[in-house]
């Protein structure tokens, strides 16, 4: 008996026992995209009878999506399984036109790993860890740095870089880089945007450190829901609602609601200088904004992981100090790699099944 073919766009772990059974299961093509032309010629022939598509993380990115080749899809194609949390919803609507169910994956994994990156972030952004890293490794003398960082010197905000003005004389013990103190972010406030299982996580992480934790969703948790976070949180409809923010947390998705929810208008709006930080969706956050914000001051700190026009990254972000930028790597663990490949199977195989998927999206 012949058995069921699954496309397999990408790679995974193939010792984890998972796919061992699966291969038992199914006849597993893997293939690498490359132009949408050859996708299509390969859909209408190599990959005619196809009944399923794992889709790893970069998905359909390389060719504009899967929309842009569904009208070629084969009529024996039920389910497309994406390994990531992420995903196209354009996509989702149209795939469910066409009868085709998508799949993604619970953010379980990915709540530990991501938060553990917001975690760094936020120590560095109060502690500005990364300034003093960058300048040891050049000049290679401890006190010697800590003395050229002197509170006396007006840090550089149009290039994002301290000024070095010590004189070996004065009270220099590293608790300042030029005029910006060097705080513990123990009771500072911060302000999470999204708060689904990875916002709660960061929440936790950033609770734990001693930070008062104000979360911004659509719609209040319930009282019960709250209680079981195990931490104090406060809830805010919107950022321009909260009275007091040292650091802003992105976590939301991309949505239409949520393009550029951190522009000029709100940057300026906020009373105090703050820090930012975004591993949700790059285009959350309307990058110039961003680096006008650092060069006015009125943004003291950015850690990003995800960016509005990825893969690249706006140029004026690259040099500076008060920035630290990081590939989309805030979920990139072998054990949360291992979980996402493992959960796209059982969707496929559920769906092949005759069920409806673990996390069906469409």
């Known amino acids: 008996m012949t058995k069921p073919q699954v496309l397999f766009i990408g790679e995974l772990n193939q010792a984890i026992p998972q796919f061992q059974h699966f291969q038992k299961k199914y006849e597993v093509i893997f293939t690498s995209l490359t132009t949408r032309e050859e996708f299509v010629e390969k859909l209408k022939t190599e990959y005619k009878d196809i009944v399923a598509i794992y889709a790893a993380w970069l998905g359909f990115l390389p060719i504009g999506g899967f929309r842009t080749v569904i009208e070629h899809a084969p009529k024996s194609l039920k389910v497309v399984a994406f390994c990531s949390v992420g995903y196209d919803h354009e996509d989702a609507a149209i795939m469910k036109d066409h009868g085709i169910i998508m799949t993604n994956v619970p953010s379980d994994g990915a709540a530990g790993p991501v938060a553990d990156l917001v975690l760094y972030n936020t120590i560095t952004s109060f502690r500005q860890f990364q300034m003093y890293n960058n300048s040891l490794k050049e000049i290679k003398h401890t006190i010697s740095i800590r003395d050229q960082f002197s509170d006396k010197g007006e840090f550089d905000k149009i290039n994002g870089k301290p000024t070095r003005t010590g004189n070996g004389m004065g009270y220099n013990f590293g608790h300042y880089i030029n005029n910006r103190p060097c705080l513990s972010p123990n009771g500072r406030h911060v302000s999470i945007v999204g708060f689904g299982k990875i916002g709660q996580t960061i929440g936790k992480r950033l609770a734990d450190i001693g930070m008062n934790v104000t979360y911004i969703k659509r719609n209040k948790l319930s009282s019960e829901e709250e209680s079981k976070l195990g931490y104090e949180v406060t809830y805010a409809h919107k950022i321009e609602e909260v009275p007091q923010i040292d650091l802003i947390v992105i976590a939301c998705p991309a949505t239409p609601e949520t393009n550029h929810l951190i522009n000029a208008n709100i940057i300026n709006s906020l009373r105090n200088p703050f820090r930012i930080i975004n591993i949700g969706r790059g285009t959350v956050i309307e990058e110039q904004a961003l680096v006008d914000g650092l060069k006015s001051g009125k943004v003291l700190f950015a850690g990003l992981d995800v960016f509005e026009m990825e893969p690249k990254i706006h140029p004026e972000l690259l040099d500076r100090e008060d920035v630290v930028l990081t590939p989309h790597i805030g979920a990139s663990t072998v054990e949360n790699f291992d ?24």
């Open 339 to 362: 979980y996402t490949a493992t959960r796209a199977l059982e969707n496929i195989e559920s769906i092949i099944e005759g069920g409806e998927g673990l996390t069906r999206v469409n």
